[in-house]
């Protein structure tokens, strides 16, 4: 059975179609960080400046996005990086949220709710740690704490509501 050529211009009416209008497209990589107290047993040696025991990070599950919010002609990203501390392998702590935040210019950004946030491919580049040493001012003392970073990449795509009208078929098959 073949197909009689349906495509007849009475089939074409004018329809009124909502699409997203990509207004920016933008990879971002961000970089986030806390500073916890160091783990009793982390000290600094005088001479070097480096600690006595290795320090790493583990990843703990995918980075999320926990805030979008449009303002005018930017929008910001808040998100988390889930990670543990392990001091010579040995887990420290469970669970440590390292925060993030990114702004993205976009002139067609409105918060009147036809601006379309989209991210995607979120990924954790690196995760750095590093020593440092604050001062106490009520105590007058030095405390070792740790700077912890992760840098995340993303790609951020702002789109907006538009109704389009175009020519379109409204039935090819007008079945009884």
Do not use: W
């Not at 009689?4 to 009416?13: G, I, M, R, S, Y």
């Not at 106490?136 to 509501?161: G, Q």
């Amino acid at each position: 059975m073949g197909f009689v050529n349906q495509v007849n211009p009475d089939n074409f009416v004018d329809q009124k179609v909502k699409v997203l209008k990509v207004c920016c497209q933008e990879c971002v990589q961000v970089v986030g960080d806390i500073i916890i107290p160091a783990p009793a047993n982390l000290t600094l040696d005088p001479d070097t400046g480096l600690l006595n025991a290795p320090v790493s990070l583990e990843i703990v599950g995918a980075p999320q996005i926990r805030t979008i919010k449009v303002l005018v002609g930017k929008v910001v990203i808040m998100g988390i990086v889930p990670v543990r501390l392990l001091v010579n392998d040995c887990v420290i702590c469970q669970l440590l949220e390292i925060p993030f935040q990114s702004v993205v210019d976009c002139t067609c950004a409105e918060p009147d709710g036809t601006t379309n946030v989209q991210t995607h491919d979120l990924q954790v580049e690196g995760l750095i740690t590093s020593p440092v040493r604050l001062f106490n001012a009520e105590e007058y003392t030095l405390s070792l704490n740790l700077i912890i970073k992760a840098i995340v990449r993303m790609c951020v795509i702002i789109s907006r509501e538009e109704v389009l009208k175009v020519k379109a078929a409204s039935q090819f098959c007008p079945c009884p």
